[in-house]
Structure formats: structure tokens, C-alpha cells
Nanobody, 124 residues
């Protein structure tokens, strides 16, 4: 059974940084493309970023390009999301996700397993 456990969320001021982590188990992490999504209050869940298992290529939604960096450590079965220059609009619950099997997920439907989420709150 796939288990994804996020950590690292919190409350920071606009312009600050956070690093989210996702500890994965129950899957062959080194052969799993992974990603992050988020859901703000009253809004639909939104794709944020993904990273390929094959060559660690990455894909980001336009609103976070240049500010967020997704990375992975296969030795630790851990996925990361470094978030810099945070804005109040980034406030959301952030979810880690494992791909259904594709090389580089680019939409929510490409993911088959989800974590419980970690809250990120950005104050203005």
C-alpha cells in the first residue's frame, strides 16, 4: 500500500521560504514519477509541480515557475518542494502525489496516490 507523508508546512510572511518534504513508502520510489498539488480554501485542487523518475526532468504550473523547485532523493525515498518568494496566493494545503505510471505527470489525473497534505499559510 502506497503511503505518502508530507511535512514542512507552516506560517510564514510573504517573501519567505519553506521546504516541504514527502516521505514515500509502499512503492518503488526510484521508478515513480512524483508531484505536488495544492488546494486553497474554496478552490479546486491545482497541479503545482512534477518530477520524472527517469531523468528527474521537471514541470511546473506557470504561477510557481522561478519560485518553486521540486526535487527528489531516491536514497531516502523522499520528495521535496522548495518554495521561495512566497505570496499570500500560495496559501493552501499541499499534497504529495505518486504518478499512475507516466514519465512526467502534467495534470492531476496523472496521479494515483495522494498524501494527507500539509498546511501552508502565507501572511501579507
Amino acid at each position: 500500500q502506497v503511503q505518502l507523508v508530507e511535512s514542512g508546512g507552516g506560517l510564514v510572511q510573504a517573501g519567505g521560504s519553506l521546504r516541504l518534504s514527502c516521505a514515500a513508502s509502499g512503492l518503488t520510489f526510484s521508478r515513480s514519477s512524483m508531484g505536488w498539488s495544492r488546494q486553497a480554501p474554496g478552490k479546486e485542487r491545482e497541479f503545482v509541480a512534477a518530477i520524472s523518475w527517469f531523468d528527474s526532468s521537471t514541470y511546473y504550473v506557470d504561477s510557481v515557475k522561478g519560485r518553486f523547485t521540486i526535487s527528489r532523493d531516491n536514497g531516502k525515498n523522499t520528495l521535496y518542494l522548495q518554495m521561495n518568494n512566497l505570496k499570500p496566493d500560495d496559501t493552501a494545503v499541499y499534497y504529495c502525489a505518486a504518478s499512475r505510471g507516466g514519465l512526467l505527470p502534467k495534470r492531476l489525473a496523472d496521479f494515483g496516490s495522494w498524501g494527507q497534505g500539509t498546511q501552508v499559510t502565507i501572511s501579507s
